[in-house]
């Protein structure tokens, strides 16, 4: 053993407990593979074997090429190394005793998968082969050792078929096209096999086909066979399909793929064979029953292409959608038990749904792959907490492994009920929610379509080339293929609505439109499918916000047990008011008064106000504006019902109010009844060169304090009349202690004068770059800091929210810059601010509640920020506050 060199390892191999043949261990712990036993090594689909040969569970024995392998295979200039494939063969014949057959030879040949399988799940990415080693020669032998010639030609018709389209590029429409012919012209009837003479006709008629489109043929030598596809694997890692699912998934394009070679089983061997897909619960909609499908007589890919509608496994799942033909469970028994069992046994050991393939093969179980199943957001939810009940995870495992883009779809609108809908047909209720757009038949029609308007992907079925059309439609409706058939898998993990096999829909590409029965819907009109029932609807319908579904509101409440930061909502009407509440907010963190002026009444009101130069009528226009202002600020505290409410002044520079337009100027002035030259005056008096860092927030209050007495009015009384309000005063653009004295004197003399006996608070926002440094002489005189985040950012960096769009795109493009510093706080520049305002801000007063308002409040990443530096509360927009909780919730686990 010392003599022998050090090589690396390449491979990992698995499945030699379930074999056939008595095969000697010792043999196989000589020749110990130690590749790490990961998914980032191994890749999922290696991985999942791996971990079901430690189980002892049936799966043909193979092994996998380390993701490594990919690396090295660009590393080398897109060539194999001859150190990798010296491993390959050596291990090609281990495989070979422990299956008892022979690769490129007889008597019973050995067949291979060869699989393509990165780290993180990417369907029908990289495609499979199967049958590989099967040339003229081993087919023959096959048909002798099975005697069954019409299994082997049947294999060696499809090897060439997919070894022509994967590995050689010719479009797989041409076999198709082909084989349908010489079904034709031999009058087979659909659904049944080929004869021996006809396979025969297609198999010469496939080698035509290759040689004139490529002038060469495939290769009769196996072992050029499996070379040729690792590298066509390693090489699919950059095709321009994964490179679009990896860029619409995040995923580094540096992971690489694994390739799994694996000894064949073939569920297409007779009436007691067949092939399928399992989830251990129902991917759309969670429920914890096994849910799946199979295909009698069949291989893999033909399930997972979607060209025919497989059987359920169960019998519910039959019955749910009267489905004649038999179920798995009702037809095979004793294989149904043995396949729950083992998928039960999946579950728990990786502890959540798994999605599996299996194969039997005359009578006999193989698993052949298990994952994490993908599922819609509905059911990533209550799988999650359906586990939890069950006592298999905890709370925080929950809260983990629920994404924020599931909490937000599970409140995407459903159908609205008071309306009638004509339902067109039923198909299978692939992926929940309901979508409505213009229907489109290719990828170039969704492009084209999808730039104006939502758009319908309507196919027979979905390939792999369809994803990025896919992500672009608004849904997807298949008229082939059962709930796990490609575009049912996509759209559960894209989290678009998604009918499949709509058999009574028919799509009449000559005349660009869809027959459904009698009716002809032409390409661009608009049809609408609900993906949680299965129901394709006429036209556009109308859609409702639905009621939060228990699922949510369990999860809401984990997130509220976890979280220690309080979350709060912006808003200023009634309305975002009793959205946020209803998501259970703990108070509103930012009441905008201005946006109080912005119904076209009140704008004249205002404008009329502001352009005004006669004191007289100005006092007479403020209180009107007062009078509004206190029925709104009445109206907020009543529905809060004594959660408190941060109240900023006014803060946005008067010319925001003022027309610009000449016309809008003309119109202004009738309406106001004063004159045109008075009114122009008056607008380029307020006219400012840079408004945003110009005459507004506190400035304004103490240039002009009529417009802050006028609001503090209004509170007070509100206050007055309500009683139950928990007030809090907050004072914009503050950057100097003299300000906020200056202003609490008016402030305190208002609340003596108008609702002495009403408590109060006040506060300052913490959104110029001064205020944060001079937190401490500030703190002292507030009860809270509030931190504009969106200012902060603006004044920090110096860019200006309204114009950075231009040059921040190109900065991110060019990769100077990782994240929109608007929507993603930026933590180094600005959040080290915040963290000064903190610090400083509480060292001078310990009491200090400090929160933050602003876009933001609702952005994951800088609320786990929010939560590090240890701030008290955060505030965003009403429909972001599910969000806002799940981040706050997740920084704590
Ligand atoms: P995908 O990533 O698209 O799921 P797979 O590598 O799992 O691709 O292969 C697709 C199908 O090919 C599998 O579902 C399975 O039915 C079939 N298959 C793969 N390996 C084998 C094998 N060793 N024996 C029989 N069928 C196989
Ligand atoms: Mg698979
Ligand atoms: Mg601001």
Redesign the pocket.
Known sequence: MLNKKQTKNWLHRFGYDYTNEPLSKALCGELAIEAKCDPSTLGS?GYGLAQMSALGFPI?P?FTIITEGCRNYYEKGERLAQEIWDQVVAELQLLEKATGKHFGGGPFPLL??V???AKA????????L?NLGLNDATTELLGHATNDFRFAYDGYRRFIEMYGSVIMGIDHHLFVEAIEAIKRQENIPLGAGLSLGALHTVIDRYKQIIFTHTGTTYPQDVFKQLKNSIAAIFASWNSPRAVTYRRLNQIDDQEGTAV?I??????NRGADSL?G?LFTRNPSTGAPTLFGEYLINA???E??SGLVTPQQITKQGRELIQAKEDSLEEKYPIIFSQLSHLASALEDHFGDMQDI???VEQGRL?L??TRNGKRSASAAVKIAIDMMQEGKIDGQEVLKRIDYSDLERLLHPTLDPNQTIEVLTQGLPAAPGVASGLIAFSPEAVEAISKKEQVLLVREETSPDDIGSMAMAAGILTTKGGMTAHAAVVARGMGKPCICGAHAVTIDLPNQCLVIGQKKIPMGSYLTIDGTTGQVISGKVATIRQKPLPEFLTCMALADQTKRMAVRANAETVQDAAVALSFGISGIGLCRTEHMFFSPDRMRMFRKMILTSATASRVDLLAELMAVQKIDFKALFQVLNGLPITVRLLDPPLHEFLPSHPKEVADLVVQIERPLAEVEKRIAQLCEVNPMLGHRGARLAITFPEIYKMQLQALFEAALEVKQVALEIMLPLIFDAQEVIFLKKIIEELHQKIAPQIQYKVGIMIELPRAALQAATLAPLVDFFSIGTNDLTQTTLGISRDDGAKFLDVYRAKGLLKADPFVTLDQEGVGALIQIAVTRGRSAHPNLKIGICGEHGGDPSSIQFFESIGLDYISCSPYRVPIAKLAAAKARV
């Open positions: 689909k043909p193979g291979l998968s699989r393509s399988g799940s990417m369907p029908g990415m990289m495609d499979t199967l799994t694996q000894s064949m089983v073939f569920g092939t897909v291989q893999g890919e399930l997972v393939e299996y194969t193989w052949l792959q």
